[in-house]
């Protein structure tokens, strides 16, 4: 199965005989509120050029003062009897580490990946983060697994923690301990939070009967609120819209022959999922059976691979990738150092290889705001002083300031950003849609007394708003 | 009326699915005395190796499915047989469906070293235009649909054939049924065998090839997840009827369809009993069907003068030899110990914790496997129930710690028990399927529940207090957990020496001649399920409170089949098999593959480093260490320990007498030795 990605909803699905990763569309939010100054990069801490090469001791642990080396650790599931493997994780950090060190590194040092532990399943999660924190001696934890239950002990032991964002543990829970150190690709996660994208996008396309379709709350409880979600999206943001077919009740491998038979009598002509890349590959086949011509949106479609060999029963589907996609003409400088470093190395880039490329970015970019005298405390508390940290503007920029907060009950929590990349898949290609040059991402406003706009705004996060 | 009739042929269509998996199933029980719950990694053996040739090779449809399913498949069938169900004919069915578990924990991985499934996403079927649809009567199939429902109407006819008018269908049966009878009959026994595996192993084969088009995916889990569905089609026929197996497929397909077609998808009925409904059908079943009643298993009738399995080291040693392994297990735990506690980090504490934890848990796959000879593959979720209600009972109701994690074993034990009650008429595999699936269905439905697993965000589960005592740090709380280990160690203990343990062993030796001295079957089972399923519980609770949450991650049903493999592969019999399982599943994940492995190849050669082996390596060695089980029902170390104690005594022996040997001085038996 492959990775499991979206611009903001992504969930983790467990399933009776194991568990599959699902994701829900849409998303994280994308503002654009009037605040923001439209194609420009955002702010960041400057750190004075100088500063980066001064190398200054007695740096605490995991911070190797002989080897010159920050060390950190890296958790992904590599092998995993019943599920994704997100190895390709370790591949982009390895691959962004090797082309800072190959600059000289930062503050005299270089950043190695001590110890790439597999976590099966995220059955040994918990275990795999005790050991690593006791015996690794890293400076910085990077995960990437199915569950994510060593949350805890990483907040408590305030070590520096870059997530590949599928799991909801980024925000402190309920009860727990804060969680104000763990730093996700994407800003806090709202399952069940109405968004203005997906109605958008649906309105512009012209539909006006939709479907939604996730997993039972057995199989992913966070793939049912996706749904939920979805469905209060259209209703509070384009009333026109109607949700004619919503099945949350989907088991695991399940039959989906009288579905698309229903969606089909009910007129859809638009289907938004909550589910992996697997159950949509054969929704899309039972629709071209039946003969249902309803066009897909999917979050977690972002796979070259996958989508270039599917026989075409993609074609008209939107995609919205969770960073800057590489088809946007002219590429970002980031992006195109990101694919030219890969291709120069043998790497073969796929969305979790650049989520990896991305959180060591973030990781260089907490270590620049700590300064030379950076410690594990100060590199947390740089991050969480950035209102719109995005690692080279590649993704939507997070306001750390207010991320950790779970934003289901606290919708100021998902950040002033709210944009989405548009891409639509002819021939087993992405084009970008709705795109204006150099500006990957369509904004909207998080008021959600605002209402959807005819033609939301165009930005770029880029440095200096290079694309 | 269209839509009904549309419905009714959609159901049809994927209830094929399931009949071609549960014929198969049935196949290999009917000729192989065997419930090959590997029967769906098998078939992911040879449709990788489809996909992997047709697909990604480019061979042709006909020559990349002559070697995966003409090929392949009876080869792997005739591998087993030659090396492992030939040698396990006569063995009671646990020890056959154990050797089955084995390899359905080790084939996926062993597969997945040279298959990327995660790519695996084009599967193409049999027939060239697979996509190609047709419209009957409302529905609307795909020639790979309408090849699924051929094949598995050929297979389901064709085996009702050979069983009924053949001859090497009778002598299938005869060999399952009494080998040596067989033998003595003058049927090549081993021959029919291997044949009745390469038959199997063939469907097997077509199953593989044929489903992935289904799932759109060549992935273990879809077959196996499936195949978990077909179960419930299976026991219809009650694991011997071809007919009743495919009938019985057809039917649920057909019901999941009209369920899908009129329940309002949005229903509470709708979320719970969709994905449930295989789970509920092989439960009811199970409980309700007459033709389950006692039903006999297909064991040989000589068996019974096989001789009973070897008694534990432990009761076979001489007095010295006693104290002396006594002394030094505590000796060595003393050491163990004072490393952990006073020299041991955080994670060595933490590991220290799991290895406790987890040797309560395997102490209740000892009560109801090792003592009561019963296999449960629900203790998963006997520790999930305790670990849900202790973390409800804390953090929502405000309970104190300590009495939330005796009541989650409570209410564990009070389920297993109510679980036991109306499945005591089952016995042996019927039984265990009974638990898997309570398991599943627990999973499917209970879970899900907002109050039971906390829904998004687990149930935060806090450390206990007691009095003036905080167990909020590691150290404490290893002490508390080790006080229950000691509990439950001498409950278990005891309950193996004491009344129950040898009414449980007279049960388990013979039930009719245990209720005929006024054993009563019925209440040493319940006694034995409560009793396994309370220890699970109270496991299960301290899992919880040691995470901080109640992760139903940690309770997973497929996860207690991999138990039950660690457990019966080191010793389910002992207290101390429970505990050297517990080592073996924390401490593989967390220092023998990451580190000890890496180090040792790192420091015995210069050309290769080895970060980290991959946790695959651990599917790969307890799956075939599951396959020694029919040898050593005992388990592997417990054998062994027989073997070394033997070696000792003979030493003891040797030096008292002054160096010569003394005729009969191995008094401790060796497993298997001629008499």
Known sequence: MRAHSNVGRLAVVGVLVALVAGACGNSKSQTAPQ??????????????????????????????????????????TQSNPIGGKYVQFNDGLQAYFDMINSQGGIYGRKLVIVKKRDDTIGLQNNQQVQSSLADDNAFATFVATLQFTGADLLAKAKQPTFIWNINPEMATPKGGPSHDNIFGSLGALCFSCSEKFLPWLASQAGFTKVAVLAYSKSTSASSGLCAQGFKNSYKTFAPNIKVVFFDDSLPFAADITTDVTRMKEAGVQFVSTCMDTNEVTKLAKEMKKQGLNAVQNLPNGYDHDAISQSGGVFDNSYIEPQYVPWELMPQSPATKE??????????KPVELTEVGWIMGAMFLDGLKFAGPEFTKQKVIDALNTQTAESPGGLIVPIDWTISHIDPTNDPAAGGKYRCASVLKIQGGKF????????????CFSPDPNVPLPKDPQHLSFAPGGQG | MEKLLGALIDGVAFGCVYALLAVGLTLAYKTSGVFNIAFGVQAFASGAIYYQLHVNDGWGILPAFIISVIIVAPLIGAILDRFLFRHLRSAPSMARLITALGLLVAIPQIVLLKFNQTEATRPTGIVPGGDVPYHIFGATLSRDQLSIMVCAVIV???????FRYTALGIRMRAVVESPRMAELAGTDADRIGTAAWMLSSLVAGLAG????????????????????????????GSLTSIPLAFFGAIGLGVVQELLNRYLPTNSVLASNLRPSLPFVVLFLVL?????????????????????????????????????????????????????????????????????????????????????????????????????????????????????????????????????????????????????????????????????????????VAPRPQLGSIDFASDRSFLVLCLVFLVIVGVIVMQVRSGTTGRYLSAVRGSEVAAASVGISPTRARITAFALSAGIAGVGGALLASYEGHANKIDYNATLGLFWVVIVVTLGSRTVEGAIQAALGFVLFSARVLPDWIPWIINHVQPFLHVDSLPNAVQFIFFGFGALTYAKHQEGILEANKVKSLAWVQGKIDRFKSGGRTKPGAAAVDTPGAAP
């Open chain 2, 287 to 459: 409980i309700l069907s007459p033709r389950l009643r006692n039903k006999r298993e297909l064991t040989d009738p000589l068996s019974s003068v096989d001789p009973p399995p070897p008694a534990p080291a432990a009761g076979q040693r001489s007095r010295e030899l006693t104290i002396g392994t006594r002394v030094a297990g505590v000796l060595f735990g003393l050491g163990i110990g004072y490393y952990v506690f006073f020299h041991g980090n955080a994670s060595v504490v933490g590991q220290g914790i799991q290895v406790v934890i987890y040797s309560i848990i395997f102490c209740s796959i000892v009560v109801i496997t090792g003592i009561a000879g019963e296999v449960s593959f629900a203790q998963a979720t006997f520790a999930g129930i305790g670990g849900f209600a202790s973390a409800q009972l804390s953090s929502s109701a405000g309970m104190s710690v300590i009495f939330t994690i005796i009541i989650g074993g409570l209410i564990a034990a009070a389920v297993g028990a109510m679980l036991a009650i109306p499945a005591l008429r089952l016995g042996g595999i019927f039984l265990t399927l009974a638990t898997y699936a309570f398991a599943l269905f627990f999973d499917n439905v209970i879970v899900s529940l907002s109050w039971v697993s906390g829904g998004l965000f687990p149930v």
């Open chain 2, 209 to 236: 090839v044929l489903l992935p088009t289904v799932t759109s995916q060549v992935g273990d889990i879809y077959y196996t997840t499936l195949l978990t569905a077909a179960i419930a089609a299976t026991v219809l």
């Open chain 1, 338 to 347: 990101f694919l030219d470093w890969t291709s120069q190395h043998n790497i």
């Open chain 1, 431 to 442: 084009l970008p849609q709705f795109t204006e040059p150099g500006k990957p991402w369509i």
């Open chain 1, 35 to 76: 605040t923001v100054p439209s194609n420009t990069g955002p702010v960041a801490t400057t750190v004075p050029k100088a500063d980066l090469t001064k190398f200054v001791t007695g740096r605490g642990p995991g911070v190797d003062d002989t080897k010159k080396e920050i060390r950190v650790a890296a958790i992904t």
């Open chain 2, 156 to 162: 389901a006819v064709g085996l009702v054939l050979v």
